[in-house]
């Protein structure tokens, strides 16, 4: 009877450690779903907001609003509310970008040869104004050093000559001839979920919007 007992003591104590083995296992697994979907959550009424501002600022941008200006970064800023972004700093960065395509009749006004229009055929930034942290993320089509541009309104200085102004991905921009400008509106913030690199989750709320 006394070794019946221990038996089945033993049996009930490796049972138990089969039970707490199982359930790391699962919980290895059910852990990053749990917080793959926590995160999700939490960013997906925080993107809503992203598209919102986005597409305002485009708006405004494609109505002439000059962002260069204190009170319209600060009323930018504060449509952005809740999102981390200030004026001219924080964790969200609003870019703005005038984009036009340089032909030859624009070479040939201004007085350039083929050989020296080095933009020909080419999407070139015609204005850049940024709104929040300039450090936070780059624009996906052109990021201009501050030397290719007359701040603080942020023209280029020479659209025809300057590489530095060359659009990236112009694929993804409506087709331009000479005389014809997209507002291109780029949005950039972190969420309030977690980054985990090895699942695909990241913690970037992007949006984007032409006018």
Not at 3 to 18: H, L, P, Y
Not at 65 to 78: C, P, Q, V, W, Y
Not at 84 to 101: F, H, N, P, R
Request: glycine residues 10%; aromatic residues 6%.
């Amino acid at each position: 009877m006394r070794r019946s007992g221990m038996s089945t003591m033993v049996r009930r104590r490796g049972q138990k450690g089969n039970v707490l083995i199982e359930t790391g296992i699962a919980l290895a697994f059910l852990a990053p779903l749990m917080l793959s979907a926590f995160s999700f959550g939490l960013n997906m009424t925080k993107a809503i907001q992203v598209n919102q501002v986005v597409r305002d600022a485009g708006h405004m941008y494609a109505r002439s609003t000059d962002f260069s200006t204190a009170g319209n970064k600060a009323i930018l800023a504060r449509l952005a509310v809740g999102m981390g972004m200030t004026a001219t700093g924080g964790t969200g960065v609003v870019i703005l970008s005038k984009i036009t395509k340089i032909e030859q009749a624009d070479c040939t006004a201004a007085g350039l040869t083929s050989a020296q229009c080095v933009n020909k055929d080419k999407y070139v930034v015609v204005q850049r104004q940024i709104v929040g942290n300039p450090l936070f993320h780059a624009s996906k089509y052109c990021s201009p050093p501050d030397s290719s541009l007359n701040l603080p309104e942020g023209n280029a200085k020479d659209i025809h000559k300057d590489d530095k102004l060359q659009v990236q991905n112009s694929n993804d921009l409506p087709p331009l001839t000479s005389g014809q400008f997209a507002y291109v509106v780029e949005g950039y913030f972190k969420g309030l979920g977690w980054t985990v690199p090895t699942l695909g989750i990241g913690n970037l709320l992007a949006s984007r919007a032409i006018f």
